[in-house]
Nanobody, 123 residues
Framework: QVQLVESGGGLVQAGGSLRLSCAAS????????MGWFRQAPGKEREFVTA????????YNADSVKGRFTISRDNAKNTVYLQMNSLKPEDTAVYYC????????????????WGQGTQVTISS
């Protein structure tokens, strides 16, 4: 079955960096667009960033532009999220998701989800 496993979360101070990874199995990874979403306590899940199956196109939420970078390695079936200049408001559980068609910013349009990894930014 399809599995998406996130890793790399943790506790860092504001201004610091983290790199999240999402390892995929059970699907033809290179045929899937990948996205990262996040959910803070008491808030709805929100789009963070997404990347096309080829890696040629990326989409970013305004709140993370210039700070977060999504990338993928189709040979390793892995998508990454490099997060720099982290802020306390970035604190959330971060989820990766896979979509068989083109990347979108809408969570409901993704086919598969990981379990999430906690990211906590202290001020």
């Amino acid at each position: 079955q399809v599995q998406l496993v996130e890793s790399g979360g943790g506790l860092v101070q504001a201004g610091g960096s983290l790199r999240l990874s999402c390892a995929a199995s059970g699907l033809t990874f290179s045929s899937y667009a990948m996205g990262w979403f996040r959910q803070a306590p008491g808030k709805e899940r929100e789009f963070v960033t997404a990347i096309s199956w080829s890696g040629a196109t990326t989409y970013n939420a305004d709140s993370v532009k210039g700070r977060f970078t999504i990338s993928r390695d189709n040979a390793k079936n892995t998508v990454y999220l490099q997060m720099n200049s982290l802020k306390p408001e970035d604190t959330a559980v971060y989820y990766c998701a896979a979509r068989r068609r083109r990347a979108t910013t809408t969570a409901d349009e993704y086919d598969y989800w990981g379990q999430g990894t906690q990211v906590t930014i202290s001020s």
